[in-house]
């Protein structure tokens, strides 16, 4: 069964710090794909990123970057630098191939960016 | 403008009355997908569709109804609301299976009394 744990809850960091959002998940699926999305206070769900299982190639995009690794089953994002508008709910999802392209949300991770 | 639509936006309603909420997508997708979200849960489907006149259940798809007539619209209807579906919902749409990104309506924030 496929399952994404995202274990913090709740994080706040001052202005300027980095932030790193841990998702951990489980599948038996050997390819599969895992995404980021982010929740800002308007409610809507915005994509940042979707990786598949056979490239553990780190990536980065501007302040974001993330950190996939197939050994620990961890797709784990950083902010750098943090902004206010960087406060928002962050999703972490898992999507199996073959599968009816569902996707299984972890519970989310509120980040509070304090100036 | 790419965007998926759905409405209403907010909705209050009372037990037993039947509602639909709409979902329209411009970008020709063949798949599209319903979500709730609820505090300490995240996000489940409710229902699927992979193309029209093909439809699923997600995870939690008691209580709730789907049809997919058309290629661009994917109401989901509840013949007789509970309190228990007081939820935020989300519509989804992709290009097709084989795990494409899904790109989110701006969801729709349902209480039923």
């Known amino acids: 069964a496929q399952k994404v744990t995202q274990a913090q809850t709740e994080i706040s960091v001052v202005e300027k710090e980095d932030v790193t959002l841990d998702c951990v998940y489980e599948?038996?699926?050997?390819?599969?794909?895992l995404f980021w999305y982010k929740q800002p206070p308007s409610g809507e769900l915005v994509f940042l990123i979707r990786?598949?299982?056979?490239?553990?190639q780190n990536e980065i995009s501007g302040r974001y970057s993330w950190n996939f690794q197939k050994s620990t089953s961890s797709f784990n994002f950083t902010i750098t630098a943090s902004q206010v508008v960087d406060s928002a709910v962050y999703f972490c999802a898992l999507s199996e191939w073959g599968g009816a392209n569902n996707l299984f949300f972890g519970t989310g991770t509120r980040l509070t960016v304090i100036p | 403008e790419a965007q998926v639509t759905q409405n209403p936006r907010y909705l209050i309603t009372v037990t037993g009355k039947k509602l639909t909420v709409t979902c329209s997508q411009n970008m020709n997708h063949e798949y599209m997908s319903w979500y709730r979200q609820d505090p300490g849960l995240g996000l489940r489907q409710i229902y699927y569709?992979?193309?029209?006149?093909?439809?699923d259940k997600g995870d939690v798809p008691e209580g709730y109804k789907v049809s997919r007539k058309e290629k661009r619209n994917f109401p989901l209807i509840l013949e007789s609301p509970s309190p228990n579906q007081t939820s935020l919902y989300f519509c989804?749409?992709?290009?097709?299976?084989?795990?494409?990104?899904?790109?989110f309506g701006p969801g729709t924030r349902l209480l039923v009394l």
């Open positions: 569709s992979m193309n029209v006149e093909v439809t």
């Open positions: 599948t038996r699926d050997t390819t599969y794909y």
């Open positions: 990786r598949n299982s056979f490239d553990e």
């Open positions: 989804a749409s992709s290009i097709g299976t084989g795990t494409r990104t899904q790109y």
